[in-house]
Nanobody, 125 residues
Framework: QVQLVESGGGLVQAGGSLRLSCAASGRTFSDYAMGWFRQAPGKEREFVAAITWSGGSTYYTDSVKGRFTISRDNAKNTVYLQMNSLKPEDTAVYSC??????????????????WGQGTQVTVSS
């Protein structure tokens, strides 16, 4: 079992930055690939970014490429999402998720086994 707790959300003006953190506890954090997803009101959950267990590979949805950076610190059991040049359309609840080892399509939510409760990000225009 893995417990995930996000933090770092808040209200920011367009063009600003936020860094989200996701702290993991439970089983060995470094075994898991990690992802960030978001869900805006009235919309389906969508993939944002993912990182492999070693941090050697990262993946992003097109709308955040060049603006968001996912990273992890396995010594601190934490994954981060640095969000720059934020836009109003980035407003959503952001959740982190953990995927057990294996060959997975990390942009798909059903590949993940554990989820955090989410943190609200609101970008004002």
């Amino acid at each position: 079992q893995v417990q995930l707790v996000e933090s770092g959300g808040g209200l920011v003006q367009a063009g600003g930055s936020l860094r989200l953190s996701c702290a993991a506890s439970g089983r060995t954090f470094s075994d898991y690939a990690m992802g960030w997803f978001r869900q805006a009101p009235g919309k389906e959950r969508e993939f944002v970014a993912a990182i492999t267990w070693s941090g050697g590979s990262t993946y992003y949805t097109d709308s955040v490429k060049g603006r968001f950076t996912i990273s992890r610190d396995n010594a601190k059991n934490t994954v981060y999402l640095q969000m720059n040049s934020l836009k109003p359309e980035d407003t959503a609840v952001y959740s982190c998720a953990a995927a057990t080892p294996g060959l997975r399509k990390l942009f798909l939510s059903y590949e993940y086994n554990y989820w955090g409760q989410g943190t609200q990000v609101t970008v004002s225009s």
